[in-house]
């Protein structure tokens, strides 16, 4: 995979649109940043039930044929003997959630599924390093990766954000709890070592103390949304210390330092509704969003995503999918 280059600080600022005026607009790559092939994107496929990583976004744009997707790994409970126990034809049911993390130079697959499954795979022997069934009931939405091996894991339903004690081995079930109506994100910064998570109308963050074994959230500071309905949580991999925060009707940068949320309209009218999933590529500039077509037996999934920085879509015809990421480095 390609190295990051650091843009220089005028160039960063103009891709950001750093705000001149209320809705900030997205400004595309330059030539020489598109030529770069960038990273994979890694999607969760409620169709297959399972997390594909796909090509880079420059290939998957030249990609043609409806007779095989450009999956290049891909993981599914469903295939993995390891999690018998925690009965996957139920607990695996709508995948919810893909992301990359690397820890200890190992790249992991951190994963959720709205059935009840959370879990943390090694990428490179496409075995569950921890796995739970958290219950149907409650939703799992999305997961973190913590430095010392733990899992954050946000429940939309369940209405909390949990740490589990996964560092302690493959089943490890202590955790420690914090009540977050409509949980639906969940996010580490690295600058601060502060849990960031997303509800219903609050963004909030949290630290984590006590040990591995006995982890102790505590509430530093909750911000309201600027609307209701907070959905996805990601790094604005372009300005370290800066977040993504979707609602159902707004995409926003916010600034921490500044307590302060900035919409961004990633193209035309309506490009930032109902989107289920956004990322920043930094060294390219691209802009990755999934929204749902609301149309065939799946309403919150869709078979397109979209890319900004270049504007470009790619429709993997049979998926249903809920999310795409970078399949990044971080």
Not at 177 to 190: F, N, Q, S, W
Not at 281 to 307: K, N, Q
């Amino acid at each position: 995979m390609p190295r990051l280059r650091r843009l220089p600080a005028a160039l960063l600022l103009l891709c950001l649109g750093v705000p001149a005026a209320p809705v900030v607009p997205v400004v595309p790559a330059t030539p020489a940043a598109a030529k770069s092939p960038g990273w994979q994107v890694v999607v969760v496929d409620q169709g297959s039930r399972s997390a594909q990583v796909l090509q880079s976004a420059e290939e998957l744009m030249a990609y043609q044929g409806p007779d095989r997707l450009p999956v290049v790994w891909s993981w599914s409970a469903d295939r993995a003997p390891e999690l018998a126990d925690l009965h996957p034809e139920r607990s695996w049911t709508n995948p919810s959630e893909a992301k990359s993390r690397v820890r200890g130079g190992r790249r992991y697959l951190v994963t959720t599924a709205s059935g009840g499954l959370a879990a943390v795979v090694d990428t490179l022997t496409g075995r569950a390093r921890w796995a739970a069934d958290l219950g149907g009931a409650a939703n799992p939405h999305s997961i973190e990766l913590l430095p010392d091996g733990n899992a954050a894991v946000a429940a939309s339903t369940g209405g909390w954000v949990r740490v589990y004690a996964a560092s302690q081995g493959p089943r490890a079930a202590a955790y420690a709890e914090y009540r977050l109506p409509g949980a639906h994100g969940v996010l580490r910064d690295g600058r601060t070592g502060l849990l960031w998570a997303v509800g219903d109308g609050a963004l909030t963050a949290l630290r984590v103390g006590g040990t591995p074994a006995a982890p102790v959230l505590t509430a530093v500071r909750s911000t309201p949304l600027p609307d209701g309905g907070g959905h996805d949580l990601a790094p604005v991999l372009g300005a370290p210390g800066l977040f993504w925060v979707v609602t159902l009707r707004h995409l926003y940068r916010y600034d921490p330092g500044d307590d302060r949320f900035t919409p961004v309209r990633p193209a035309g009218p309506g490009s930032d509704r109902d989107l289920k999933s956004v990322g920043d590529e930094p060294f390219t500039g691209r802009l990755l969003t999934v929204a749902p077509e609301h149309t065939g037996p799946c309403d919150w999934c869709t078979s397109v995503i979209t890319l900004h920085r270049p504007e470009g879509t790619r429709v993997l015809r049979g998926t249903h999918l809920y999310k795409a990421r970078w399949w990044s480095l971080r």
